[in-house]
């Protein structure tokens, strides 16, 4: 498997692969990779003729420096992971802090017309300048047609469509499903530093989410969102942070539903210091 850390080696070799129906599908992630990385990835390669994966993790999306601290760097073991695809297929670009930033890890601020102060924004002061920032350097590096984001983070999904459209970069952006555990937890790069007994308290964040979606289809939002508390009022592991049903487009709480509308609801719990979040589609 190629491992490219220079942009100028990356896109030297990506000139070379350059042929007529040549395409790049890219899946940007920040390492540790897991299952639904690698879902990201076949994704890519059914749609594409180049697969590069960048494996960086990008200090200004942290607004917490022990996260940015304690995030778990694998570039060896994911770089063995990918190799279970086609070596000539995909490409892993692991670029260093000043590769993206030069000198001044400067961050761009964004206008994302309000879906980046509802839930995560709310709670992770600065974080989507952070994404919108680096998703915008990487792709100008990678100049992909095709880009794919799991919906586990469906707000950073939303956030990197606005981005693609105030930015006008010619890239498709295209949402994946959520892979899951045995036990209903979405996977993520954070679930390896949850203990045994987090990982099986951590399956009624998903348990809650599909009894949400059954409740939506004759409750209202707000007796909704009560009865998620009581899910979560004095549990020993888990601490929920937030539970919103928000329409899809705005990311905005909704009181009231709409027929011509669609909505998910959203939860961030904490399990001890690791924080997860998930989503379902209601409608
Ligand atoms: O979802 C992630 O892993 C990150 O937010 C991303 C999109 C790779 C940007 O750093």
Same mark, same amino acid.
Request: aromatic share 10%; hydrophobic share 40%; with cysteine.
């Given at each position: 498997?190629?491992?490219? &850390?220079?942009? &100028?080696?990356?896109?030297?070799?990506?000139?070379?692969?350059?042929?007529?129906?040549?395409?790049?599908?890219?899946?940007?992630?920040?390492?540790?990779?897991?299952?639904?990385?690698?879902?990201?990835?076949?994704?890519? $390669?059914?749609?594409?003729?180049?697969?590069?994966?960048?494996?960086? %993790?990008?200090?200004?999306?942290?607004?917490?420096?022990?996260?940015?601290?304690?995030?778990?760097?694998?570039?060896?073991?994911?770089?063995?992971? $990918?190799?279970?695809?086609?070596? @000539?297929?995909?490409?892993?670009?692991?670029?260093?802090?000043?590769?993206?930033?030069?000198?001044? @890890?400067? %961050?761009?601020?964004?206008?994302?017309?309000?879906?980046?102060?509802?839930?995560?924004?709310?709670?992770?002061?600065?974080?989507?300048?952070?994404?919108?920032?680096?998703?915008?350097?990487?792709?100008?590096?990678?100049?992909?047609?095709?880009?794919?984001?799991?919906?586990?983070?469906?707000?950073?999904?939303?956030?990197?469509?606005?981005?693609?459209?105030?930015?006008? /970069?010619? %890239?498709?952006?295209?949402?994946?499903?959520?892979?899951?555990?045995?036990?209903?937890?979405? $996977?993520?790069?954070?679930?390896?530093?949850?203990?045994?007994?987090?990982?099986?308290?951590?399956?009624? $964040?998903?348990?809650?989410?599909?009894?949400?979606?059954?409740?939506?289809?004759?409750?209202?939002?707000?007796?909704?969102?009560?009865?998620?508390? @009581?899910?979560?009022?004095?549990?020993?592991?888990?601490?929920?942070?937030?539970?919103?049903?928000?329409?899809?487009?705005? /990311?905005?709480?909704?009181?009231?539903?709409?027929?011509?509308?669609?909505?998910?609801?959203?939860?961030?719990?904490?399990?001890?210091? %690791?924080?997860?979040?998930?989503?379902?589609?209601?409608?």
């Amino acid at each position: 498997m190629q491992v490219y &850390t220079s942009k &100028t080696e990356l896109n030297a070799f990506i000139n070379t692969e350059n042929r007529s129906n040549f395409s790049i599908g890219f899946v940007p992630t920040m390492g540790a990779l897991h299952e639904g990385h690698l879902s990201l990835v076949k994704a890519a $390669l059914a749609e594409n003729s180049l697969v590069v994966v960048s494996i960086f %993790v990008n200090p200004t999306q942290f607004n917490n420096p022990e996260d940015l601290n304690k995030y778990p760097r694998t570039l060896a073991k994911d770089v063995l992971l $990918l190799e279970t695809f086609s070596k @000539t297929e995909v490409v892993v670009y692991a670029p260093t802090v000043e590769a993206i930033y030069g000198s001044q @890890t400067t %961050v761009e601020s964004f206008d994302f017309g309000g879906l980046e102060s509802q839930m995560e924004g709310q709670f992770r002061p600065g974080h989507f300048d952070g994404v919108g920032t680096v998703v915008k350097r990487l792709f100008e590096i990678v100049q992909p047609k095709n880009a794919y984001f799991g919906e586990k983070d469906f707000q950073q999904l939303q956030i990197v469509k606005k981005m693609v459209e105030i930015t006008q /970069l010619p %890239v498709h952006i295209k949402g994946c499903p959520i892979e899951r555990a045995a036990n209903g937890l979405a $996977l993520s790069s954070r679930n390896s530093r949850l203990s045994v007994l987090e990982l099986e308290n951590a399956a009624l $964040l998903y348990k809650t989410l599909q009894s949400v979606k059954h409740q939506f289809q004759h409750d209202d939002p707000k007796k909704i969102s009560e009865w998620v508390r @009581t899910q979560f009022h004095n549990h020993k592991l888990l601490r929920l942070e937030y539970f919103q049903i928000s329409d899809v487009e705005t /990311l905005a709480p909704i009181q009231h539903k709409n027929q011509t509308k669609h909505y998910r609801a959203f939860i961030a719990v904490y399990a001890g210091d %690791v924080r997860l979040i998930d989503n379902i589609a209601l409608n």
